[in-house]
C-alpha cells in the first residue's frame, strides 16, 4: 500500500498540470483508477499512443499550410526531435533501471515529450501557443 500511495504521489504532478486535453483527461482518469503500477504503466502507455496520434495529425496539418522549403525544414526537426525523443528515453531508461518506478517515470516522460512537440506543432500553424494555458 505504501508504494501505491508512493507512485500515486508521484504522479501527481502530472496531473496537476493537465491541460483540457482529451488525452490528458483519459490519462488522469486513468491514473485514478489504476491500483498498481502495472495498471499506471497501461494508462501511459495508452497515453503516449494517444499523443503520438495527435502529434502525427497536427504534423500532417502543419505540412498542408507550408511552402516546399518549409516542409523540408519541418521534416528535418521532426527527424531531428525523434532521434531526441528517443535517445532521452533511453537515458531515462538507464537511468531508472531498477524497481518498479521505472517504467512509470519513463512513461510520464514519454507522454510530456509528445504532448509537447505536438503543441509545438500546432503553433506552427495556428501561430501563437497552440494551448493559451500551457503558454505561462
Same mark, same amino acid.
Given at each position: 500500500m505504501k508504494k501505491i500511495a508512493l507512485l500515486i504521489a508521484l504522479s501527481l504532478p502530472m496531473m496537476a498540470v493537465a491541460s483540457d486535453a482529451p488525452e490528458d483527461k483519459a490519462l488522469a482518469q !486513468? *491514473? $485514478?483508477? &489504476? $491500483? $498498481? %503500477? *502495472?495498471?499506471?504503466n %497501461? !494508462?501511459?502507455? %495508452? =497515453?503516449?499512443? &494517444?499523443?503520438? %496520434? =495527435?502529434l502525427n495529425k497536427a504534423y500532417q496539418k502543419a505540412l498542408t499550410s507550408m511552402n516546399n522549403d518549409q516542409k523540408a525544414k519541418l521534416r528535418d526537426a521532426q527527424r531531428n526531435w525523434i532521434k531526441y525523443r528517443d535517445s532521452w528515453l533511453a537515458t531515462s531508461k538507464a537511468t531508472f533501471n531498477q524497481g518498479t518506478m521505472a517504467g512509470i517515470q519513463v512513461g510520464a516522460q514519454a507522454v510530456e515529450l509528445n504532448k509537447n512537440q505536438t503543441l509545438m506543432l500546432r503553433s506552427l500553424v495556428q501561430g501563437d501557443c497552440a494551448n493559451p494555458a500551457d503558454c505561462g
Open positions: !486513468c *491514473l $485514478n483508477g &489504476a $491500483n $498498481n %503500477t *502495472l495498471q499506471m %497501461t !494508462c501511459y502507455s %495508452t =497515453a503516449v499512443k &494517444a499523443w503520438d %496520434t =495527435a
